[in-house]
C-alpha cells in the first residue's frame, strides 16, 4: 500500500477516535460495544469458525449456542477495550492512580522490584494494553517489546500512546540482548506470552491440548535469576476503573535442569493464564490460532 493509503486510513480511524473521545467515557464504551456487535456479525473470515471449535474443545460440555454467545462478547470486549485503553491514557496523568486502578496482590511483589528486576508476563486477556500504561502509574518503570505496525503512521501514533505514561517500549527485533541487561542492572520488562511460537516454542497444556509456546520468559529468568510475575488487568464492572491483579510469583531454580526448569516455569504460567480465562471466557483473544502448531508438524513437513 501506498504512503497516501497509509494516511487515509490513518487519518480516517483518528478522526473516528477524536468523535468517541469527546463523548463521555461511559457513552463511547457503549458505541464500542455496538461496533463490536457489528464486526461479530459482518466478519466472515475463517478464525471464527475456528474460534467456535476452540472454544467447544477447551470447555467440554459447552453447547454451540453458549460458545457463540462467549465469541461475541469477544468482539464486543475487544471493541470496549480499545476505547478504555485511549481513555486511560488521556486520563492517567490528570486523575488520582487510585481513582483509575484497584491494586490486587501486588504486596507479594513489592519487596522485589527496586532490588531485582522482574518479569511481569500476561496474555492477550482483559486489558493487557492497560497493564503497560499502569504499571509506570504504580512506580514500576517498564520495558516491552514490540512489533513494527505496516502502516508507519499508526506506528507513531501508538508508540507515543504506550510511552505517555512512562511505558518504554524496544523493536522487536534484537531487544533480547538488551533485556538481558535491563533486567541484570534492576530494571522491570513486561511480555505477552499466549501467541503461537511455532517451531520456536515448547509445547505445554493448555486448556488440555499441547500448545507451542514461548520459552523466552522462563530462560530469560533462569539466565538472569530474576523472578516472574504473573499479573492481568480487568475493568471493574459499570466504572471506569480497573483491577490490576498480580496471581502469582515464580522464582527460578538455577540449579535445576535447565530444561526442565524453562518447561516448569511456562506450563506454570500458562495454568495461570487458563485460570483466568476460565473465570471470563469473553475476556481473551479466541481469534488467535494459539493450537496452530501441533507436536510433529514440522517434522512432518521436513519429511
Not at 131 to 152: E, S
Request: some cysteine; aromatic content about 10%.
Amino acid at each position: 500500500m501506498r504512503v497516501a493509503g497509509y494516511w487515509l486510513i490513518y487519518v480516517t480511524t483518528r478522526s473516528v477516535l477524536a468523535v468517541m473521545q469527546a463523548l463521555p467515557w461511559s457513552c463511547a464504551r457503549s458505541i464500542a460495544g455496538w461496533f463490536g456487535d457489528m464486526g461479530y456479525l459482518v466478519d466472515r473470515r475463517q478464525r471464527k469458525p475456528e474460534a467456535l471449535q476452540n472454544l467447544l474443545k477447551a470447555f467440554p460440555g459447552l453447547e454451540l449456542h453458549e460458545a457463540r454467545g462467549i465469541l461475541r462478547g469477544v468482539y464486543r470486549h475487544l471493541s470496549e477495550s480499545i476505547f478504555d485503553s485511549l481513555n486511560f491514557s488521556r486520563f492517567a496523568g490528570s486523575w488520582d492512580t487510585e481513582d483509575l486502578l484497584e491494586i490486587v496482590g501486588w504486596d507479594r511483589v513489592e519487596p522485589i522490584v527496586g532490588r531485582n528486576g522482574v518479569i511481569f508476563a500476561t496474555g492477550h486477556f482483559g486489558h493487557w494494553e492497560i497493564l503497560g500504561a499502569a504499571l509506570p502509574l504504580l512506580g514500576h518503570r517498564i520495558w516491552t517489546m514490540a512489533q513494527a505496525r505496516k502502516n508507519p503512521f499508526f506506528e507513531q501514533y501508538v508508540r507515543h500512546l504506550r510511552e505517555a505514561s512512562g511505558q518504554a517500549v524496544l523493536p522487536k527485533h534484537g531487544a533480547l540482548r538488551r533485556i538481558i541487561r535491563l533486567l541484570r542492572r534492576g530494571e522491570n520488562v513486561g511480555f505477552v506470552m499466549d501467541q503461537d511460537a511455532r517451531r520456536d516454542g515448547i509445547f505445554v497444556d493448555f486448556f488440555g491440548r499441547p500448545a507451542s509456546t514461548t520459552p523466552a520468559v522462563a530462560s530469560l529468568s533462569i539466565r538472569t535469576g530474576c523472578p516472574v510475575a504473573f499479573v492481568c488487568a480487568q475493568r471493574i464492572p459499570r466504572q471506569n476503573r480497573f483491577r490490576l491483579v498480580l496471581t502469582d510469583v515464580i522464582f527460578p531454580d538455577r540449579e535445576a535442569d535447565t530444561q526442565e526448569e524453562i518447561h516448569r516455569i511456562t506450563q506454570r504460567l500458562t495454568r495461570d493464564l487458563e485460570a483466568v480465562i476460565r473465570r471470563a471466557p469473553e475476556q481473551w483473544l479466541w481469534l488467535h490460532r494459539r493450537w496452530k502448531t501441533y507436536p510433529g508438524k514440522y517434522d512432518a513437513a521436513q519429511g
